[in-house]
């Protein structure tokens, strides 16, 4: 017992300074004004020492405090975090909403211009072999839609139905080697045929060598043959050159429709070529 005491003297008397200067400090509270010298010297001792364990105290329950204010704080930060990527992803489907209406009110808006009905379909395959220029749309022969109707979008000519199903429709577009349109530059009223060549554009057949064309002019669908209607825009005359003793002109076209990125394009209902023997197609 001796033992313990002298190895933990120093802790004893302190916590025993301790009890008495609480105990002092309820009496004086109680009886503050009948304090004797012998009361007054012992919280005069006493006083670092409860100021130093008041600091303690108040920094351990300090720190409790902001243990548990931060155990709260990142707990709603988790929430909060959560709450934001929610919110992100329903603002961008927001967005992909709003660019789909967009672009389907500048397809209907550009059809204004041709007569007869038309329906707005979605591309939902493209080919990526690179040996055809073909995209499946999400329209069928149960919407209407039969062989050889041409697709356009608000920008231009697209190309025209080859097959159909009841749901689904493929498009062999204006860039496919095995397409020809037959077109005029627009300003000088010049013909063409605008070929595909399964590449990014198209290549310029059958122009006249004195030809009033520049580059930048615009290229439209001449409407003959009965393919294409007359007046929708193929695209623009670039890369031309004249060689000496050559009937035509050679030169390129960049087609307006961005035939690489395609999501919403109009088919022309309205407009249904005849078939080889004449008869319409319906």
Known sequence: MSGFLSRYRNVTILSTLVVVSFFLFYLSARKENHMTPMQKGAVAIMAPFQKALTAVVDWAAGGWNDYIYLVG???ENIELKERINHLEMENARLNENLGQYARIERLLGANQEQTGPVEVARVVARDTSGLVRLVTLDKGSSHGLALSMPVVTH???VGRIIQTTASVSKVLLITDVRSA?????????????????????????????D?????GDQVVSS?????????????????IHREKEELFVTARISPHADLERLEEVLVLKGFTPPTADGKDSK
């Not at 060549?197 to 122009?207: F, G, K």
């Not at 030809?211 to 580059?215: D, F, H, I, M, Y």
């Open 223 to 239: 409407g003959l043959g009965g393919v294409y209607p007359k007046g929708l825009l193929i695209g623009s005359l670039y890369d």
């Open 211 to 215: 030809a009033k064309v520049s580059e």
């Open 181 to 209: 349109v037959d077109g005029l530059a627009q300003m000088s009223r010049d013909g063409l045929v605008a070929s595909g060549a399964n590449s990014h554009d198209l290549v310029v057949r059958y122009l006249r060598a």
């Open 155 to 157: 920008r231009g000519l």
């Open 73 to 75: 704080v990142k707990k």
